[in-house]
T-cell receptor
Framework: AQKITQTQPGMFVQEKEAVTLDCTYDTSDPSYGLFWYKQPSSGEMIFLIY??????QNATEGRYSLNFQKARKSANLVISASQLGDSAMYFC????????????FGKGITLSVRP | DTAVSQTPKYLVTQMGNDKSIKCEQNLGHDTMYWYKQDSKKFLKIMFS???????INETVPNRFSPKSPDKAHLNLHINSLELGDSAVYFC????????????FGSGTRLTVV
Protein backbone atom coordinates (compact mmCIF):
# COMPACT_ATOMS: atom_id res chain seq x y z
CA ALA A 1 0.00 0.00 0.00
CA GLN A 2 1.09 3.52 -0.73
CA LYS A 3 2.09 5.69 2.20
CA ILE A 4 3.06 9.34 2.50
CA THR A 5 4.76 10.69 5.60
CA GLN A 6 4.98 14.33 6.59
CA THR A 7 6.32 14.60 10.12
CA GLN A 8 7.37 18.22 10.49
CA PRO A 9 5.34 20.19 12.99
CA GLY A 10 4.37 23.73 12.09
CA MET A 11 7.10 25.44 10.10
CA PHE A 12 8.08 29.09 10.28
CA VAL A 13 10.12 31.04 7.76
CA GLN A 14 11.13 34.65 7.40
CA GLU A 15 9.77 36.49 4.39
CA LYS A 16 12.13 36.30 1.37
CA GLU A 17 13.98 33.27 2.73
CA ALA A 18 13.80 29.73 1.36
CA VAL A 19 12.10 26.86 3.16
CA THR A 20 12.04 23.09 2.66
CA LEU A 21 9.00 21.00 3.49
CA ASP A 22 9.75 17.33 3.95
CA CYS A 23 7.93 14.37 2.45
CA THR A 24 8.85 10.71 2.40
CA TYR A 25 6.90 8.00 0.66
CA ASP A 26 6.65 4.26 0.54
CA THR A 27 5.63 2.17 -2.41
CA SER A 28 6.64 -1.07 -4.04
CA ASP A 29 5.61 0.06 -7.50
CA PRO A 30 8.26 1.43 -9.86
CA SER A 31 5.77 3.78 -11.52
CA TYR A 32 4.20 6.53 -9.44
CA GLY A 33 3.63 10.25 -9.32
CA LEU A 34 4.26 12.69 -6.52
CA PHE A 35 2.34 15.91 -5.99
CA TRP A 36 2.38 18.91 -3.71
CA TYR A 37 -0.76 20.89 -2.98
CA LYS A 38 -1.25 24.12 -1.06
CA GLN A 39 -4.34 24.73 1.03
CA PRO A 40 -4.68 28.33 2.22
CA SER A 41 -7.07 29.32 4.98
CA SER A 42 -9.78 29.86 2.35
CA GLY A 43 -9.81 26.07 1.95
CA GLU A 44 -9.24 25.35 -1.73
CA MET A 45 -6.64 22.81 -2.86
CA ILE A 46 -4.10 24.41 -5.18
CA PHE A 47 -1.81 22.23 -7.29
CA LEU A 48 1.83 23.31 -7.01
CA ILE A 49 4.15 20.78 -8.59
CA TYR A 50 4.40 17.23 -9.92
CA UNK A 51 7.23 14.70 -10.18
CA UNK A 52 6.98 11.43 -12.05
CA UNK A 53 9.00 8.50 -10.79
CA UNK A 54 10.83 8.18 -14.10
CA UNK A 55 11.53 11.87 -14.53
CA UNK A 56 15.26 12.40 -14.76
CA GLN A 57 15.27 15.96 -13.53
CA ASN A 58 13.77 17.54 -10.44
CA ALA A 59 10.56 19.39 -11.18
CA THR A 60 10.44 23.17 -10.92
CA GLU A 61 7.50 25.59 -11.17
CA GLY A 62 8.39 29.20 -10.56
CA ARG A 63 9.42 29.56 -6.91
CA TYR A 64 8.62 25.91 -6.22
CA SER A 65 11.03 23.06 -6.78
CA LEU A 66 10.88 19.45 -5.80
CA ASN A 67 14.00 17.80 -4.38
CA PHE A 68 13.40 14.25 -5.56
CA GLN A 69 15.69 11.64 -3.98
CA LYS A 70 14.40 8.36 -5.36
CA ALA A 71 16.75 6.05 -3.46
CA ARG A 72 15.80 7.72 -0.19
CA LYS A 73 12.12 7.87 -1.20
CA SER A 74 11.88 11.53 -0.43
CA ALA A 75 10.19 14.34 -2.35
CA ASN A 76 10.80 17.55 -0.47
CA LEU A 77 9.23 20.82 -1.58
CA VAL A 78 11.50 23.84 -1.68
CA ILE A 79 9.90 27.28 -1.73
CA SER A 80 12.33 30.05 -2.58
CA ALA A 81 11.91 33.73 -1.65
CA SER A 82 8.96 33.09 0.68
CA GLN A 83 6.06 35.50 0.55
CA LEU A 84 3.38 36.25 3.13
CA GLY A 85 0.85 34.62 0.83
CA ASP A 86 2.74 31.32 1.13
CA SER A 87 1.33 30.88 4.64
CA ALA A 88 -0.87 27.82 4.29
CA MET A 89 -1.08 24.09 4.80
CA TYR A 90 0.97 21.99 2.35
CA PHE A 91 0.15 18.44 1.38
CA CYS A 92 2.36 15.89 -0.27
CA UNK A 93 0.50 13.20 -2.20
CA UNK A 94 1.24 10.12 -4.25
CA UNK A 95 -0.73 8.85 -7.20
CA UNK A 96 -1.26 5.13 -7.40
CA UNK A 97 0.15 3.49 -10.52
CA UNK A 98 -2.12 3.03 -13.49
CA UNK A 99 -4.63 5.30 -15.11
CA UNK A 100 -7.46 6.95 -13.20
CA UNK A 101 -5.86 6.38 -9.84
CA UNK A 102 -6.52 8.07 -6.55
CA UNK A 103 -4.14 10.26 -4.60
CA UNK A 104 -2.91 9.20 -1.17
CA PHE A 105 -2.15 12.23 0.99
CA GLY A 106 0.19 12.93 3.85
CA LYS A 107 -1.20 14.65 6.90
CA GLY A 108 0.10 18.04 5.82
CA ILE A 109 2.46 20.69 7.14
CA THR A 110 1.48 24.18 8.25
CA LEU A 111 3.81 26.90 7.01
CA SER A 112 3.77 30.39 8.49
CA VAL A 113 5.72 33.18 6.82
CA ARG A 114 6.86 35.96 9.14
CA PRO A 115 7.20 39.54 7.86
CA ASP B 1 -15.21 29.13 -16.13
CA THR B 2 -14.58 27.06 -13.02
CA ALA B 3 -12.94 23.75 -13.94
CA VAL B 4 -14.44 21.69 -11.07
CA SER B 5 -17.41 23.27 -9.36
CA GLN B 6 -19.18 22.03 -6.25
CA THR B 7 -22.41 23.19 -4.71
CA PRO B 8 -23.19 24.17 -2.08
CA LYS B 9 -20.05 25.64 -0.55
CA TYR B 10 -21.51 25.50 2.94
CA LEU B 11 -24.15 23.13 4.27
CA VAL B 12 -25.51 23.23 7.81
CA THR B 13 -28.11 20.62 8.66
CA GLN B 14 -29.57 18.67 11.53
CA MET B 15 -28.81 15.12 12.47
CA GLY B 16 -30.96 12.61 10.68
CA ASN B 17 -31.50 14.72 7.57
CA ASP B 18 -30.62 13.68 4.03
CA LYS B 19 -28.50 15.99 1.91
CA SER B 20 -26.75 16.07 -1.46
CA ILE B 21 -23.62 17.73 -2.77
CA LYS B 22 -23.25 18.28 -6.49
CA CYS B 23 -20.09 18.35 -8.57
CA GLU B 24 -19.48 19.19 -12.20
CA GLN B 25 -16.27 19.38 -14.23
CA ASN B 26 -15.73 20.94 -17.64
CA LEU B 27 -12.23 19.60 -18.22
CA GLY B 28 -13.27 16.59 -20.25
CA HIS B 29 -11.75 14.25 -17.66
CA ASP B 30 -13.01 10.69 -17.49
CA THR B 31 -12.42 10.16 -13.78
CA MET B 32 -14.00 11.93 -10.82
CA TYR B 33 -13.52 11.50 -7.08
CA TRP B 34 -14.93 12.37 -3.70
CA TYR B 35 -12.49 13.06 -0.88
CA LYS B 36 -13.27 13.78 2.76
CA GLN B 37 -11.13 16.15 4.84
CA ASP B 38 -11.69 15.65 8.54
CA SER B 39 -11.25 18.07 11.42
CA LYS B 40 -7.51 17.28 11.56
CA LYS B 41 -7.20 18.21 7.88
CA PHE B 42 -6.52 14.64 6.79
CA LEU B 43 -7.71 13.94 3.22
CA LYS B 44 -9.01 10.50 2.38
CA ILE B 45 -10.53 9.06 -0.78
CA MET B 46 -14.15 8.00 -0.57
CA PHE B 47 -15.21 7.16 -4.10
CA SER B 48 -13.97 7.26 -7.65
CA UNK B 49 -15.90 6.99 -10.91
CA UNK B 50 -14.49 6.47 -14.35
CA UNK B 51 -16.86 7.37 -17.15
CA UNK B 52 -19.90 6.82 -14.92
CA UNK B 53 -18.61 3.52 -13.55
CA UNK B 54 -17.71 3.11 -9.86
CA UNK B 55 -14.07 2.02 -9.58
CA ILE B 56 -13.11 2.92 -6.01
CA ASN B 57 -15.36 2.50 -3.01
CA GLU B 58 -13.35 2.85 0.18
CA THR B 59 -14.70 1.84 3.57
CA VAL B 60 -17.49 4.37 3.73
CA PRO B 61 -20.85 3.90 5.52
CA ASN B 62 -23.55 2.92 3.06
CA ARG B 63 -25.41 6.09 4.08
CA PHE B 64 -23.12 7.71 1.51
CA SER B 65 -24.17 7.07 -2.06
CA PRO B 66 -22.42 8.59 -5.05
CA LYS B 67 -24.18 9.00 -8.37
CA SER B 68 -22.69 9.84 -11.73
CA PRO B 69 -25.33 10.63 -14.37
CA ASP B 70 -22.60 11.34 -16.93
CA LYS B 71 -18.83 11.64 -16.89
CA ALA B 72 -18.96 15.37 -16.19
CA HIS B 73 -21.04 15.05 -13.03
CA LEU B 74 -20.56 13.24 -9.75
CA ASN B 75 -22.97 13.85 -6.92
CA LEU B 76 -22.82 12.67 -3.32
CA HIS B 77 -25.96 11.87 -1.39
CA ILE B 78 -25.82 11.33 2.35
CA ASN B 79 -28.69 9.76 4.27
CA SER B 80 -29.42 10.02 7.99
CA LEU B 81 -26.64 12.50 8.68
CA GLU B 82 -24.62 12.06 11.85
CA LEU B 83 -22.45 14.47 13.83
CA GLY B 84 -19.35 12.60 12.67
CA ASP B 85 -20.14 13.39 9.05
CA SER B 86 -19.16 16.99 9.67
CA ALA B 87 -16.17 17.61 7.40
CA VAL B 88 -15.10 19.26 4.19
CA TYR B 89 -15.93 17.21 1.10
CA PHE B 90 -13.87 17.74 -2.03
CA CYS B 91 -14.75 16.70 -5.51
CA UNK B 92 -11.88 16.21 -7.96
CA UNK B 93 -11.29 15.05 -11.48
CA UNK B 94 -8.25 13.71 -13.27
CA UNK B 95 -6.77 12.97 -16.64
CA UNK B 96 -5.46 9.41 -17.09
CA UNK B 97 -1.77 10.03 -16.46
CA UNK B 98 0.70 12.74 -15.71
CA UNK B 99 0.88 15.66 -13.34
CA UNK B 100 -1.30 18.66 -13.55
CA UNK B 101 -4.38 16.80 -14.71
CA UNK B 102 -5.73 16.35 -11.18
CA UNK B 103 -8.04 19.22 -10.23
CA PHE B 104 -10.01 19.82 -7.05
CA GLY B 105 -13.24 21.67 -6.50
CA SER B 106 -13.38 24.36 -3.84
CA GLY B 107 -14.89 22.03 -1.25
CA THR B 108 -18.19 21.78 0.62
CA ARG B 109 -18.08 22.38 4.35
CA LEU B 110 -20.76 20.19 5.88
CA THR B 111 -21.76 20.88 9.49
CA VAL B 112 -24.19 18.53 11.18
CA VAL B 113 -25.80 19.92 14.34
Amino acid sequence: AQKITQTQPGMFVQEKEAVTLDCTYDTSDPSYGLFWYKQPSSGEMIFLIYQGSYDQQNATEGRYSLNFQKARKSANLVISASQLGDSAMYFCAMRDPGANSKLTFGKGITLSVRP
Amino acid sequence: DTAVSQTPKYLVTQMGNDKSIKCEQNLGHDTMYWYKQDSKKFLKIMFSYNNKELIINETVPNRFSPKSPDKAHLNLHINSLELGDSAVYFCASSAPVGGGGYTFGSGTRLTVV
